[in-house]
């Protein structure tokens, strides 16, 4: 069984290096490519990238679903692992992984741990214990055999906001989900530039417009209204 990482980036200049050589570091022969998938950063996140040890490229598409369905498009791997690139899985995470398809699953995710102290985000983190609609997003990361990924046809890519939850919810009626027991450290740097509090009501608006049918672009502008955050390549 072999496993392709692949890492959607836009402007990720000083995390990227940092998380490749950590998963590197944390891989066997079972890796069998890492595919940095770019949505055309200003930034030197495609060189460093390249650097540190990863198939760097420039995405045709930008957004993370397309960007996610291009590096799909050109894995080796049997199973597909996406991770966000402020996201570090356990070192074991090879192993876990192949442990559950093992087991029978086909789809899954980690739960969650911040690299801040802060109690209400250890709150936070607590209820990715749980298999909950909001704990479907990509900073769990996701790992999924290439032929369920291709059975769901991938991710929408008219798709800016709410994709991997979209992604999700339709690949587990076609798969068996595992929640892994380990947690990927996430960064708190959303939390970090506001507050916890602007965070939830923002996280809670989109999700309710998203289930009552809102477009694309009214959720995405929401979003980046409420919140004072990396800016995105739309």
């Not at 690139?85 to 087991?103: G, H, L, M, S, V």
């Not at 909950?132 to 999924?144: A, E, K, R």
């Not at 970090?192 to 989109?206: E, G, M, R």
């Given at each position: 069984?072999?496993?392709?990482?692949?890492?959607?980036?836009?402007?990720?200049?000083?995390?990227?290096?940092?998380?490749?050589?950590?998963?590197?570091?944390?891989?066997?022969?079972?890796?069998?490519?890492?595919?940095v998938s770019d949505a055309g950063s200003s930034d030197n996140t495609i060189g460093i990238a390249k650097q540190a040890g990863?198939?760097?490229?420039?995405?045709?598409?930008?957004?993370?679903?397309?960007?996610?369905?291009?590096?799909?498009?050109?894995?080796?791997?049997?199973?597909?692992?996406?991770?966000?690139?402020?996201?570090?899985?356990?070192?074991?995470?090879?192993?876990?992984?192949?442990?559950?398809?093992?087991?029978?699953?086909?789809?899954?995710?980690?739960?969650?741990?911040?690299?801040?102290?802060?109690?209400i985000l250890k709150i936070n983190a607590w209820f990715t214990f749980f298999d909950l609609f909001i704990c479907m997003g990509?900073?769990?990361?996701?790992?999924?055999?290439?032929?369920?990924?291709?059975?769901?046809?991938?991710?929408?890519?008219?798709?800016?906001?709410?994709?991997?939850?979209?992604?999700?919810?339709?690949?587990?009626?076609?798969?068996?989900?595992?929640?892994?027991?380990?947690?990927?450290?996430?960064?708190?740097?959303?939390?970090?530039?506001?507050?916890?509090?602007?965070?939830?009501?923002?996280?809670?608006?989109?999700?309710?417009?998203?289930?009552?049918?809102?477009?694309?672009?009214?959720?995405?502008?929401?979003?980046?209204?409420?919140?004072?955050?990396?800016?995105?390549?739309?």
């Amino acid at each position: 069984m072999t496993i392709s990482i692949i890492i959607p980036t836009y402007n990720e200049a000083d995390n990227i290096g940092k998380l490749i050589r950590y998963l590197i570091a944390n891989s066997n022969s079972s890796l069998v490519d890492l595919i940095v998938s770019d949505a055309g950063s200003s930034d030197n996140t495609i060189g460093i990238a390249k650097q540190a040890g990863a198939n760097a490229l420039l995405s045709p598409g930008k957004g993370r679903s397309a960007q996610m369905n291009h590096g799909a498009a050109i894995a080796k791997g049997d199973v597909l692992y996406f991770i966000h690139a402020d996201c570090f899985p356990p070192a074991d995470f090879i192993a876990n992984i192949q442990q559950a398809i093992k087991e029978g699953y086909n789809i899954g995710r980690y739960r969650t741990k911040f690299d801040s102290h802060k109690t209400i985000l250890k709150i936070n983190a607590w209820f990715t214990f749980f298999d909950l609609f909001i704990c479907m997003g990509g900073d769990q990361t996701l790992f999924i055999k290439k032929s369920l990924f291709q059975q769901c046809k991938g991710f929408r890519e008219d798709m800016k906001i709410m994709e991997e939850f979209e992604f999700c919810k339709r690949a587990r009626k076609l798969g068996r989900y595992k929640i892994l027991k380990g947690k990927t450290l996430i960064s708190a740097r959303k939390y970090d530039t506001n507050s916890w509090l602007h965070v939830q009501l923002a996280n809670f608006k989109i999700v309710r417009r998203y289930k009552k049918g809102a477009s694309q672009q009214e959720m995405l502008d929401t979003y980046t209204k409420m919140l004072s955050y990396r800016e995105n390549p739309f």
